[in-house]
């Protein structure tokens, strides 16, 4: 899906993380997840290089401290599955995204 594509379907940064909340709530924890528009959209994380063809699986974890579900990816050439941020990814796409906001919260 191209970025004029995924923006369409999205809409916007509000309605996008509405539509991507609603795709992973379907899902239980541990279970892979099989949505090509989930693996477009991670192109756009803001600080790491995925590319959809180099990831195994995607797959629902739930992440402390707040013990919510998170959506992970394993890249083919790594023994770990790693955390990912598909608000930041949606950010990014619809150009909202601030590194300098994200430090301030921390």
Request: proline share 5%; with cysteine; charged share 35%.
């Amino acid at each position: 899906m191209d970025n004029v594509l995924l923006k369409k379907t999205l809409k916007n940064v509000s309605n996008g993380t509405k539509y991507i909340t609603d795709i992973i709530k379907k899902y239980n924890a541990d279970e892979r997840v099989d949505n090509n528009e989930l693996l477009d959209l991670l192109q756009y994380h803001p600080t790491k290089k995925i590319i959809p063809v180099n990831i195994d699986y995607l797959i629902i974890r739930i992440r402390p401290p707040f013990n919510k579900p998170a959506l992970f990816f394993k890249h083919r050439d790594c023994e770990i599955e790693d955390d990912i941020s598909y608000v930041s990814c949606i950010k990014n796409l619809f150009g909202k995204y601030s590194e300098k906001k994200i430090k301030k919260k921390i």
